[in-house]
């Protein structure tokens, strides 16, 4: 029987929304009356009061065979075997499982099941946990002696300690200030040696010679466009050249620099230069003037120069040992980074997290330093004990590889953040001035005052790419860049 009561006739009700009716049973109580809810009364035709020998009305009623074997089963896995042992049969109980008394109350046959003697006895109790296989847990008999398989533990990723390649590079210059090696995305390598620019095809180990400066200048940096058809050619005049590579035609030559030049980088159609005249430019490729901007902010020689991954933000280092960043739009510095203590040549814009951004320092420093342009922190420093010359985040994995000079001339592959060092590999016999990555992110090549330019295979495919790299094992050998 179910009662239902109503509220006194003094109870106010609350006021309705409409299109939505309060039941009655959940109203508030009122002040002036008790509003009682409907009683609960569950219905237990469907409990198994046999399964934890409690009684009940239909203890009696007798079940098909299927029922009692489940039940049987379910009492094992709860209670343990000696409560499942067959249809008919019980096993006396030991002290663990007996109540306080001592005893699990008086053991009384009934068929199937153990009747416990109420209320001094609880079915379930605490008792000290054993330790036991996750296989103890099921109600299916496992063998514990039998070894437990383990997904196997993935090997750390080797990197090969030698170069696959070596190209000779007569008269490549040993000057920390310059950056004469660049990769384009259609896998060319420019290198500038002397006052001679030199395209190698990666795919053919073909060497065309670009462009020839003259007997009185110098080729100070070169630079690919996004799209690796245009290279820019930095000279020790201050001039600054653009070439259509697959023509091997110069297009235009651009003035605005005093002193050589030495850094470039490239935003979409903008080419930005840094000077030893303590400048930095922008040139809008499509307009006609030599520059549309001057950014003044270094009180030395600019030496590198990166633009982030989605073009908003400038980096550039110098030798007065600063870090500055620039947005688009803005001829002053939007951030000022002085921890280092020497020139910071070595930029690289994480393409992973948006604003994080890597610089090492020169001989003096030694230090690879890391900065959240988005929130202006300074995050971490290791101490490298070299020359940082160049630093390069990997765009298939969380990584990065620094080159380095005094004293060890060693290069360092990274994993980031935790600046553990995957590799540490050696062969040059001069500081390691330049480094670029090959477009499919698994190769870098390393130059130096050595006259020698590797090629090391350092980072993993990307997840997407199962096919090797162009530049495989059929280029090893030794050759000449000219």
């Known amino acids: 029987h179910m009662d239902e009561t109503t509220t006194s006739s003094s109870s106010i009700d609350p006021p309705r929304t409409p299109g939505l009716e309060t039941p009655r049973s959940y109203r508030p109580v009122s002040k002036s009356g008790t509003i009682y809810s409907d009683r609960f009364i569950p219905c237990r035709s469907s409990s198994n009061f046999a399964l934890f020998n409690l009684p009940s009305a239909n203890a009696g009623a007798s079940s098909d065979d299927s029922h009692s074997a489940y039940s049987h089963l379910l009492k094992s896995a709860l209670f343990g075997p000696e409560f499942g042992i067959g249809a008919t049969g019980f096993q006396p109980l030991t002290p663990d499982n007996s109540c306080s008394g001592g005893r699990f109350g008086s053991r009384e046959s009934d068929g199937n099941f153990l009747r416990p003697t109420p209320p001094n006895c609880n079915i379930f109790k605490f008792k000290t946990e054993k330790r036991k296989s996750f296989h103890s847990l099921s109600p299916f008999v496992f063998d514990d002696h039998l070894p437990v398989p383990h997904s196997p533990v993935k090997a750390p990723r080797k990197v090969p300690r030698s170069p696959y390649k070596v190209l000779d590079a007569p008269a490549l210059q040993d000057d920390f200030y310059l950056n004469l090696v660049d990769w384009s995305s259609h896998n ?50 201050g001039k600054l050249q653009l070439w259509d590579a697959s023509h091997c035609k110069r297009i235009r030559s651009m003035e605005g620099h005093r002193l050589r030049v030495g850094a470039l980088a490239w935003s979409s159609s903008v080419l930005s230069s ?3 005249d303590k400048c930095i430019l922008h040139r809008d490729i499509r307009a006609h003037d030599d520059y549309v901007s001057k950014l003044n902010g270094h009180k030395s020689e600019v030496c590198g120069l990166k633009w982030s991954y989605d073009n908003r933000e400038l980096a550039s280092g110098g030798n007065d040992n600063r870090l500055l960043v620039w947005n688009q739009h803005s001829n002053q510095p939007l951030l000022k980074y002085c921890e280092h203590t020497a020139a910071v040549k070595a930029i690289s814009w994480s393409p992973h997290l ?44 969380n990584e990065l590889v620094s080159t380095h000079g005094y004293s060890q001339n060693q290069i360092i592959v990274w994993r980031y953040p935790t600046m553990s060092k995957l590799a540490t590999l050696t062969g040059h016999t001069y500081r390691v001035l330049y480094l670029a990555t090959s477009p499919d992110g698994q190769t870098i090549v390393t130059g130096a005052g050595d006259e020698t330019l590797r090629f090391w295979n350092v980072f993993p495919s990307p997840k997407s790419q199962n096919t090797e790299s162009e530049i495989g094992a059929s280029s090893l050998g030794r050759s000449r860049i000219r």
């Open 188 to 237: 060319v390598l420019a290198v500038g040696l002397g006052n001679c620019v030199y395209l190698w095809h990666a795919s053919s180990s073909k060497v065309v010679k670009l462009c020839d400066l003259g007997a009185d200048d110098s080729v100070c940096s070169v630079g690919w466009s996004h799209r690796g058809t245009h290279l820019a050619v930095g000279s020790s005049n």
């Open 274 to 276: 840094g000077s030893r």
């Open 354 to 397: 948006h604003g994080l951004l890597a610089s090492g320092g020169g001989t003096a420093d030694r230090c690879i330093r890391f900065w959240n342009t988005a929130t202006n922190s300074h995050l971490s420093c290791i101490d490298t004990g070299s020359q940082v010359c160049n630093l390069a985040w990997s765009k298939n994995v």
